[in-house]
């Protein structure tokens, strides 16, 4: 089965910081991957997601995330912060073919001070 | 734009209440889930239905169970609710038209059970 790390509970960055979110998965083949967003008192948002192709994704909101396969890793990042992007962030998994379990990791809260 | 729909944020029950909660999505998704979230495990599926009147177990199922009688509806029933089921409850849907196709979420259900 399928899993996912996100090593960081919490990380706070200063605003107009970058910003890089670790996420590894565990699969014995290239699973579909995904970054999700969750604003407080809000459900989940998709932010970017990998299949296949270039390693390097683009998302919404200024957030890019890169598919290494050496080393089972699939990193958010953001050149520049902004206050608003407080929120959880969550890496999440799925195999591909078959019916469509996604498997989420733990989260990683981010603050963003002044 | 896709809208997820529980009808509570937030709900206070006692142990041993039987609890309904509802779901409704409006683009005729195929699938709908019922995660449950807590702090510091992420997102973890409770049941997960591809049709009406069909269902799967998902990782977490005891005390839980779930009807679907109409595609837009999806519902989570807590038997004999106890207090280890205090949680944020999230509900999702996806289309199945493609396996990279997105879960879209409601805004969740805080519930507390007393």
């Known amino acids: 089965a399928q899993s996912v790390t996100q090593p960081d509970i919490h990380i706070t960055v200063s605003e107009g910081a970058s910003l890089e979110l670790r996420c590894n998965y565990s699969?014995?083949?290239?699973?579909?991957l995904f970054w999700y967003v969750q604003s407080p008192g809000q459900g989940l948002q998709l932010l970017l997601k990998?299949?296949?192709?270039?390693?390097l994704v683009q998302g919404i909101k200024g957030f890019e995330a890169e598919f290494k396969r050496s080393q089972s890793s699939f990193n958010l990042r953001k050149p520049s912060v902004h206050w608003s992007d407080a929120a959880e962030y969550f890496c999440?998994?799925?195999?591909?073919?078959?019916?469509?379990?996604?498997?989420f990791g733990t989260g990683t809260k981010l603050q963003v001070i002044p | 734009d896709v809208k997820v729909t529980q009808s509570s944020r937030y709900l206070v029950k006692r142990t041993g209440e039987k609890v309904f909660l509802e779901c409704v999505q409006d683009?005729?998704?195929?699938?709908m889930f019922w995660y449950r979230q807590d702090p510091g495990l992420g997102l973890r599926l409770i049941y997960f239905?591809?049709?009406?009147?069909?269902?799967e177990k998902g990782d977490i199922p005891e005390g839980y169970s779930v009807s679907r009688e109409k595609k837009e509806r999806f519902s989570l029933i807590l038997e004999s609710a106890s207090t280890n089921q205090t949680s944020m409850y999230l509900c999702?849907?996806?289309?199945?038209?493609?396996?990279?196709?997105?879960?879209?979420f409601g805004n969740g259900t805080r519930l507390t059970v007393t």
């Open positions: 999440a998994v799925k195999i591909p073919g078959g019916y469509q379990k996604v498997t």
């Open positions: 699969y014995g083949a290239t699973p579909y």
């Open positions: 990998y299949f296949s192709g270039d390693t």
């Open positions: 683009m005729d998704h195929e699938n």
């Open positions: 239905s591809y049709d009406v009147k069909m269902k």
């Open positions: 999702a849907s996806q289309r199945v038209s493609s396996y990279n196709s997105p879960l879209h």
